[in-house]
């Protein structure tokens, strides 16, 4: 008898870093979390210390092998989930990092992207070249930056001393014990430095950002043999068999391999994916292209249209936090129930500006059509559905820009534990809304990828039978009461908007 076998996924986040074990059936059995430090120096700049995310990962790894026992030989491989855009830059001969991480939400290099790219013609270049919208978010403007600020760096960087990567190279660079400068090809669609329809680093780029090539890491399929470890603090020699971009790897997650299929992930923010097969697709609602986690042996580059909502679960955060009016996120389903309606109550959570398709940064939230009868169970009742409400507008510029109707949404996330919201949404969108029973997409898709490498599993159709039963939720709200209700938001948006 085959002694039990596992691929582990290491789930890089934002907040936490996580390790996860993934048994042959698909099944999640066990995990490990750490978080670790948010650095703000200053009104707008988010930070990490890279020391922070390699020890609070290696932690989390070694803990999960202690706490349950396991040796190498009982590890298949590891696969690597990261935040993306995230920017580090290293030193190749001591690993030492010039400084910190500078996080995707830090804004301190708006100017660099406005003196670079505000030009409408070199922004619709960048566009056609990486798919993406310029914006301080991707690592291009934050490699500048570092090379400009940080004293002696861009001699260095010419000198070919300096490497950058993104936190995936970054753990594979030190899990491997510095033997690996490697990124995969959903990490460098998120750097705005990569050539989405050559699939190379694009030159034209980097000179546009003044960024040696010899800084940037080689490029790999997502499911492939990236390195082994090398690293003296775990076990030897565990192959790493995928890096991937945790929104790529969501979608991989929940199964999305095929063009027409879309994942929708409520958590702090709403991100959004729809797989479109190999044809990039290119919006006009300002959504972006970028690259999708592909299979070992798919034929060609697969793409993914990518939208997000900025203020999700944050709404309910608010509510808990700021306004005091529920005790805990899990209370609104049942608050949001105890009323038949919002009695026309709409909240527009426009708190950082209207995102896509409006992109009217100056508009600030609001909470319209009260009345003496509102009640604290319709102003919850209307935060739930102004989060439904946003995606139904996100699913209509998605429609629109993939010319095709999305059959069947896929949804996770923390949010997405609310049956209220989920039945709410499938009613709004008018379309089926399927919610595996595990909704660790992310970390399901790093060990998914992994495995594939190595033939733990055979092929994309075994995945999909291990998936289990769905919980289903199909609309059943009358045409005319959700034509009605979308009617009332799109005028409580009309009346938030800055511009008009
Ligand atoms: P992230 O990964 O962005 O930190 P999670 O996927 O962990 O987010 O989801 C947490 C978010 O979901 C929080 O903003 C929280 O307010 C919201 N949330 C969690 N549970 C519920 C619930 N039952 N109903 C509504 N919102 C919820």
Known sequence: MGKTRYVIALDQ?????????????????????????QIYPKPGWVEHDPTDILSSQLGALTELLVSNDLTPSDVECIGIANQRETTLVWDRAT???????????????????????????????????????????????????ILDNVPGARERARAGELAFGTVDSWLAWSLTG???????????????????????????????????????????????????????????????????????????????????????TYGTGCFFLLHTG???????????????????????????????????????QWLRDELGLIGSAQETEELARSVEDTGGVYIVPAFTGLGAPWWDPDARGTIQGITRGTSRAHIVRAALEALAYQMSDMCAAVQADAGRPIEVLNVDGGASANDFLMQFQSDILGIELRRPRCVESTALGAAYLAGLATGFWGGTDELRDLRDDDDVFLPRMDEGRVRKLLAGWAEAVRRTRSDL
Request: charged share 15%; aromatic share 6%; net charge positive.
């Open 95 to 145: 690993g030492r990092p010039v400084c910190n991480a500078l996080v995707w939400q830090c804004r301190r290099t708006a100017p660099i992207i406005e003196r670079l790219c505000g030009d409408e013609r070199v922004a619709a270049d960048v566009r056609a070249r990486t798919g993406l919208i310029p914006d301080a978010y991707f690592s291009a403007s934050k490699i500048a930056w």
């Open 178 to 264: 510095g033997r690996a400068h490697v990124t995969d090809v959903t990490n460098a669609s998120r750097t705005m430095l990569y050539n989405i329809h050559e699939g190379r680093w694009d030159q034209t780029l980097l000179d546009l950002f003044d960024i040696p090539s010899s800084m940037m890491p080689e490029v790999l399929p997502t499911s492939c043999v990236f390195g082994a470890t090398a690293n003296p603090s775990i076990p030897l020699g565990l192959p790493i068999c995928s890096l991937v971009g945790d929104q790529q790897a969501a979608l991989f997650g929940q199964c999305c391999f095929d063009a027409g299929q879309a994942k929708n």
């Open 278 to 316: 190999t044809t990039p697709c290119v919006s006009s609602h300002n959504l972006v292209t970028t690259i999708a986690a592909s299979a070992p042996g798919t034929r060609g580059t697969e793409y993914a249209l990518e939208g997000s909502v900025f203020v999700a679960g944050a709404l309910i």
């Open 13 to 37: 986040g934002t907040t936490s870093s996580r390790a996860v074990l993934v048994n042959r059936r698909g099944r999640i059995v066990a995990s490990v979390s750490r978080p670790f430090r």
